[in-house]
């Protein structure tokens, strides 16, 4: 697995700055490592209006933050056209219309070309899918990517 480089890390919350929940608290014991505390620092400072969390809410602010991301890296695959090549067409066709009725048709495509990772939630469905359906083979990915969960 490759590391993401300070340079690639700064490129990546800039990219992600303008369209990501931002949070603004200066008390919050997970801000150093907490994607939506430290992509603040990359958003455009001349936007009127952002999106960002609410430190209104009592669990904000606190060690069980519900909105924390882990500014740490991790490995997801990506392109899940290749778990089709080994099932029947039958089954196929079942995972894939369970797949796009879970996800959206644009969501899954996205996931099914590579252009959209698979977080490891996104992951463990795609998986519990294939083997509801009855697929008990291992699943084959297109590849795998370093990134963050966004």
């Known amino acids: 697995m490759s590391i993401i480089t300070k340079e690639q890390r700064e490129e990546l919350f800039r990219q992600h700055a303008d369209h990501y929940l931002l949070c603004f608290s200066s008390k919050c014991p997970l801000r150093e490592h907490c994607l939506h505390a430290l992509v603040n620092e990359y958003a455009n400072k001349t936007n009127l209006v952002v999106t960002s969390v609410n430190l209104n809410n009592p669990k904000m602010q606190t060690e069980e933050c ?13 392109g899940i056209k290749p778990i089709y090549y080994d099932m029947p ?6 995972i894939k219309g369970r797949l796009i ?3 959206s048709r644009k969501r899954y495509y996205a996931y099914h070309n590579g252009t959209l990772p698979l977080t490891p939630d996104v992951e463990q469905q795609v998986r519990q899918t294939a083997k509801d359906a009855g697929w008990n083979e291992p699943l084959t990915f297109a590849g795998t990517v370093v990134d963050y969960v966004w």
Request: hydrophobic share 35%.
């Open 101 to 103: 009725a879970l996800f």
């Open 89 to 94: 067409g039958r089954l196929e066709k079942l």
């Open 66 to 78: 519900p909105r924390y991301d882990s500014d740490e890296p991790i490995e997801m695959p990506v």
